[in-house]
Nanobody, 123 residues
Framework: QVQLVESGGGLVQAGGSLRLSCAAS????????MGWFRQAPGTEREFAAA????????VYADSVKGRFTISRDNAKNTVYLQMNSLKPEETAIYYC????????????????WGQGTQVTVSS
């Protein structure tokens, strides 16, 4: 069982930056690939980024490439999402998720989910 707790959301102006964190419980954090997803009201959940257990492999949605960076610190059982040049349409609840094995862009592949953190980008 893995418990995930996100933090770092908030209100930011368009063009600004935020760094989200996701702290995980458990002693085997490095066997889990971690992903960040987001969901705006009335829309489906959308993949943003994922990272392998070692941190050596990352995957990004085309919409965030070059602006978002996913990273992890296995000593701290934490994964991060650095978000730069934020846009108003990226206002959403951001969720982190964990799955054993390789990173995936498919939310259904993830076994554990956090409760989410709200990101609001004002224009």
């Amino acid at each position: 069982q893995v418990q995930l707790v996100e933090s770092g959301g908030g209100l930011v102006q368009a063009g600004g930056s935020l760094r989200l964190s996701c702290a995980a419980s458990g002693r085997t954090f490095n066997i889990y690939a971690m992903g960040w997803f987001r969901q705006a009201p009335g829309t489906e959940r959308e993949f943003a980024a994922a990272v392998s257990g070692s941190g050596g492999s990352t995957v990004y949605a085309d919409s965030v490439k070059g602006r978002f960076t996913i990273s992890r610190d296995n000593a701290k059982n934490t994964v991060y999402l650095q978000m730069n040049s934020l846009k108003p349409e990226e206002t959403a609840i951001y969720y982190c998720a964990a799955r054993p094995g390789q990173p995936s862009q498919d939310g259904l592949a993830y076994r554990y989910w956090g409760q989410g953190t709200q990101v609001t980008v004002s224009s």
